[in-house]
Each structure stands twice: as C-alpha cells, then as structure tokens.
C-alpha cells in the first residue's frame, strides 16, 4: 500500500540534520572541554592595567599538556590572548618561537619540553597548526634563568648568519667555542653549574660591550632576544629566583602594548601563602604590584597519574582527597568536580582555602605524560 504522506524532502532533511549530528559528534572528540572555563573569561574582561593568567602544573602529569593548546586557543580567540610566559628562559623562548614560525621541529629538539616529552611535542604541534592559521601570531616569552648549552645554542643560531657581514673578534671566537663538542659536553640543559653560570655571565657581559655593533646587524626581532638575554635576571634554582623571575616578568610588561597574558609554571611558585616554608613565591610577588590584574591557581590530580622516580613507575594521585589543604574540604569540592577539567572559584564555603589562591581546576582519570 502506497504511503500518501511521504514526503522526501522531509526524509532527505532527516537524513542532512543526523549526518550533520554525527559530524559535529565527531569533531568534539580529542577536544578538551574545561567547565566553569568562564571564569577564566571573566577575569580577562578587567580594563585597567594589566591581566595575568598564572595556572600552575606538575611536570610530570599529561594534564598541562593536555589543556595547554585548548586553553591558548579559546583566550586567543575571545580575549585576545597573544603571550605566553614560560617557566623558562629567553633562550628557549626562542627556540619556541622559530618553531611556531617555521613548523620546523628541529627547534623544538632545542626544548626540554618539545624535546624530551612526547606529549608536549604533540601539544606545540597542535598550537603551531593553530598558530599558522593566525594573522597576529603567538609570542612565547622567557622569564626564568636560561639552561647554559640552551643559551650558547640561542646565540649561535642568531648570529652565525651575520659571520659572513664581519661579526667583531670576541664574537667570532664566541661562536667558536659554542660550536666546538667540548660545549656540549661540558655545559647542560639541566641545573646550571657554577662553571655555566660564570659562563654566561661572562658572555652576558661580551654581548653588552658588543651590543651596538650587533644590533646593527640584527633584524629586530632578534635584537629583541638579544636583549632578553643580556637583561634576565635569573641565575638557577634557589636563592632570588622568585623574585628574579617576578622582575623579569614585570620588566616585559612595562614594556609591551598587550594587556592579556598566560604563564603556565610549576605549581611551587603560585601559592600566596606557601604550604612548607615561609619563603614568599613569585604569586605573592606580582600580586603586589598595583598595575597588575592578576589570579593564581594550580592543577590538582583526582584519580589521575604521574611518574614516580627516574620515571619508571606510575603513580595514582588523588590530591584533593588527601593532600593538605585541599582534603579538610573534600566534601565539598567533590560536588563541584563534575568532569574531567574543572576549574573551582576558591570563594564562598571555600573561602578559608583562598589565603593560598584564586582558584584550583581539578583533573580527573589522566594519565602521566608520555616520554
């Protein structure tokens, strides 16, 4: 019997709007959804001074590497985000930016993150397609001490191609000693020696003696980076770190026309009021400046992995549940951890957690970074 009340342009419509579900479907897979993420936008609406995002990581947990490039293109796309500070130096800050540049992944072997962790590799990738597809492209910059053999090799890959226009003596000589295997052997990416802090230091003072020669020759970009080098602050680990990275933050600041920026770092630096010393952290540090806008947070674990010594075991964290001051609150923060990435206001009933931040997102069933 013949069905009167077909209709196919009705049945063909049917048939567009679940194709078109199944797609968009599709599309949401791998993609990281943050909840309260409004939070975040909110906070950079502020119109006055300057706005300063700092979320705070474990280094050895996927998270960061898994929201990093989501977190980056939301803020670019709706807030204008174009800086990114690293808990790093100029050094690799350069070598970051050539990559985003070029797409050439040889730059990223110059990173300990890029170089050394899969999962970051893969993150960097994901911001350079995004980055590539951008009219005003994204800024990396360095505010902490520079690994010794990263600042030589930052050096010799800015000033080598002017060896051909006549670089000074000491400069040339300079360029030697980096490119000779005694460097790489005797200098690290790791914890700078005494030898390498004297070692930059040394040069540091080379370039200032040099720098209008060489600024002469440099394109502006360059010169920047140059610049960078010459003024960081920061030497290592320990001592006026804190405060060497709170300078060179606001140093970089002061002097760009941006108003929006993200700086994600080990979570050690961002407690207001910090949990096992009384040594003050950049946070506190930068939360002092009048001029600037700032909220601070870290990443906590629920149910979810990092590696144990030299990387050979995982470890389940439930840091919420049971690490200091986090577990006196459970009760209430489990109501609020709804998905996977969770970004929790530390206002209200849990105000009395606010002495040491702005707000925690909590991660849930992730697993430790790939190697």
Same mark, same amino acid.
Request: glycine content about 6%; charged content about 25%; proline content about 3%.
């Given at each position: 019997?013949?069905?009167?009340?077909?209709?196919?342009?009705?049945?063909?419509?049917?048939?567009?709007?679940?194709?078109?579900?199944?797609?968009?479907?599709?599309?949401?897979?791998?993609?990281?959804?943050?909840?309260?993420?409004?939070?975040?936008?909110?906070?950079?609406?502020?119109?006055?001074?300057?706005?300063?995002?700092?979320?705070?990581?474990?280094?050895?947990?996927?998270?960061?590497?898994?929201?990093?490039?989501?977190?980056?293109?939301?803020?670019?796309?709706?807030?204008?985000?174009?800086?990114?500070?690293?808990?790093?130096?100029?050094?690799?800050?350069?070598?970051?930016?050539?990559?985003?540049?070029?797409?050439? =992944?040889?730059?990223?072997?110059?990173?300990?993150?890029?170089?050394?962790?899969?999962?970051?590799? =893969?993150?960097?990738?994901?911001?350079?397609?995004?980055?590539?597809?951008?009219?005003?492209?994204?800024?990396?910059?360095?505010?902490?001490?520079?690994?010794?053999?990263?600042?030589?090799?930052?050096?010799?890959?800015?000033?080598?191609?002017?060896?051909?226009?006549?670089?000074?003596?000491?400069?040339?000589?300079?360029?030697?000693?980096?490119?000779?295997?005694?460097?790489?052997?005797?200098?690290?990416?790791?914890?700078?020696?005494?030898?390498?802090?004297?070692?930059?230091?040394?040069?540091? =003072?080379?370039?200032?003696?040099?720098?209008?020669?060489?600024?002469?020759?440099?394109?502006?970009?360059?010169?920047?980076?140059?610049?960078?080098? $010459?003024?960081?602050?920061?030497?290592?680990?320990?001592?006026?770190?804190?405060?060497?990275?709170?300078?060179?933050?606001?140093?970089?600041?002061?002097?760009?026309?941006?108003?929006?920026?993200?700086?994600?770092?080990?979570?050690?630096?961002?407690?207001?009021?910090?949990?096992?010393?009384?040594?003050?952290?950049?946070?506190?540090?930068?939360?002092?400046?009048?001029?600037?806008?700032?909220?601070?947070?870290?990443?906590?674990?629920?149910?979810?992995?990092?590696?144990?010594?030299?990387?050979?075991?995982?470890?389940?964290?439930?840091?919420?549940?049971?690490?200091?001051?986090?577990?006196?609150?459970?009760?209430?923060?489990?109501?609020? $951890?709804?998905?996977?990435?969770?970004?929790?206001?530390?206002?209200?009933?849990?105000?009395?957690?606010?002495?040491? $931040?702005?707000?925690?997102?909590?991660?849930?069933?992730?697993?430790?970074?790939?190697?």
């Amino acid at each position: 019997m013949t069905n009167t009340n077909f209709n196919p342009i009705a049945m063909y419509l049917r048939l567009f709007i679940g194709f078109i579900f199944i797609l968009s479907t599709s599309l949401v897979v791998g993609q990281v959804t943050i909840e309260n993420q409004h939070y975040f936008d909110s906070f950079f609406k502020n119109e006055k001074g300057k706005n300063l995002l700092l979320l705070g990581e474990n280094h050895s947990s996927s998270v960061a590497s898994t929201i990093y490039p989501e977190l980056i293109k939301s803020l670019y796309e709706n807030k204008g985000l174009r800086t990114l500070f690293i808990e790093f130096g100029p050094a690799e800050a350069y070598f970051y930016n050539k990559y985003l540049e070029s797409g050439d =992944e040889k730059y990223l072997a110059y990173t300990i993150y890029g170089g050394f962790y899969t999962s970051w590799k =893969e993150a960097w990738k994901e911001i350079y397609a995004f980055n590539s597809t951008k009219e005003v492209p994204l800024k990396v910059v360095g505010v902490d001490f520079d690994r010794t053999r990263t600042f030589g090799y930052s050096l010799y890959n800015i000033l080598k191609p002017h060896k051909e226009k006549g670089l000074p003596k000491s400069i040339d000589s300079l360029l030697s000693v980096i490119k000779d295997q005694s460097f790489f052997k005797t200098y690290t990416i790791g914890h700078p020696s005494e030898e390498g802090k004297a070692f930059v230091k040394s040069t540091k =003072e080379l370039l200032k003696k040099q720098k209008t020669e060489l600024f002469g020759l440099l394109k502006k970009e360059d010169g920047e980076v140059l610049s960078q080098l $010459m003024l960081n602050r920061a030497e290592g680990y320990g001592g006026t770190r804190e405060e060497d990275i709170k300078q060179n933050i606001v140093q970089y600041l002061n002097s760009s026309e941006e108003r929006n920026f993200l700086m994600l770092v080990g979570r050690d630096h961002l407690y207001y009021k910090p949990l096992y010393d009384d040594n003050p952290r950049m946070a506190k540090l930068l939360k002092e400046e009048t001029s600037l806008n700032l909220i601070s947070g870290v990443i906590l674990h629920e149910d979810s992995g990092q590696w144990g010594d030299n990387y050979e075991e995982e470890i389940i964290l439930n840091e919420v549940q049971n690490k200091t001051p986090w577990k006196d609150f459970y009760s209430i923060l489990k109501d609020q $951890m709804n998905s996977d990435f969770t970004i929790i206001e530390l206002t209200n009933q849990l105000e009395a957690l606010s002495i040491y $931040m702005d707000y925690i997102l909590v991660a849930k069933n992730q697993p430790a970074i790939k190697i």
